[in-house]
């Protein structure tokens, strides 16, 4: 009888350790004590305006246009040049979620929806990188934002990578194939839109 007792006892105990290493591993994993990201994303529920699985939208503190938004990763991710290729899922949503979020703001403004060549989505690198935890720049319209935000700061190159540019590298890091590659009909060019496609 002691003995059962006893293998009950490390059962529990030992389920109860699991547990106990799972929240802190997962805890250490997701968040870093001291980053102002990570608080936002855990504790500070009235600064976000969408959130996901992966990610949260803020505004940014310092707008450089009209809708300046920052999406956050909610794992402690230090910088950009920290991603693989697994990563690549996370940047997609967090890109889907700022575009959302902003489709959404034109809306309620009554504005027109996005268009693409006056917006800006992307990552600072390093050295530029002011917190270290990984967020998503969202810009729009780009002609609002000052003359060194859009020739120096933001502007893609060596300290701004577009979030499409850094998912397309991965990629290729990677070695993974384009899907579209070997298609026939990848580089087809219509004069006129098939009936088809419209019904």
């Keep these: 009888?002691?003995?059962?007792?006893a293998y009950i006892l490390l059962f529990v105990f030992s389920v109860f350790v699991l547990f106990w290493l799972n929240y802190w591993m997962t805890s250490m994993l997701t968040s870093v004590t001291g980053?102002?990201?990570c608080d936002i994303v855990k504790n500070k529920k009235q600064l976000q305006f969408k959130e996901r699985n992966t990610c949260v939208v803020i505004n940014d503190i310092k707008p450089k246009a009209k809708h300046h938004f920052l999406v956050l990763s909610k794992q402690h991710i230090s910088k950009p040049t920290?991603?693989?290729?697994a990563d690549v899922p996370l940047l997609e949503e967090m890109?889907?979620?700022?575009?959302?979020?902003?489709?959404?703001?034109?809306?309620?403004?009554g504005e027109a929806d996005t268009v693409e060549d006056m917006l800006r989505i992307g990552f600072h690198l390093p050295p530029l990188l002011s917190v270290h935890h990984l967020?998503?720049?969202?810009?729009?319209p780009i002609s609002d934002m000052g003359l060194i935000?859009?020739?120096?700061?933001?502007?893609?190159?060596?300290?701004f990578k577009p979030a499409r540019e850094l998912i397309d590298q991965l990629k290729e890091d990677a070695?993974?194939?384009d899907p579209?590659?070997?298609?026939?009909?990848?580089?087809?060019?219509?004069?006129?839109?098939p009936a088809q496609v419209i019904s």
Excluded: W
């Design 180 to 193: 579209l590659e070997g298609n026939p009909a990848k580089d087809d060019v219509h004069d006129k839109v």
């Design 135 to 140: 967020h998503m720049h969202i810009i729009y």
């Design 1 to 5: 009888m002691f003995l059962v007792v």
């Design 35 to 37: 980053c102002k990201f």
């Design 82 to 85: 920290d991603l693989t290729v």
């Design 149 to 159: 935000s859009r020739k120096l700061t933001f502007r893609p190159g060596k300290v």
């Design 95 to 109: 890109e889907q979620t700022g575009r959302e979020l902003l489709r959404e703001q034109l809306k309620k403004a």
């Design 175 to 177: 070695g993974v194939p």
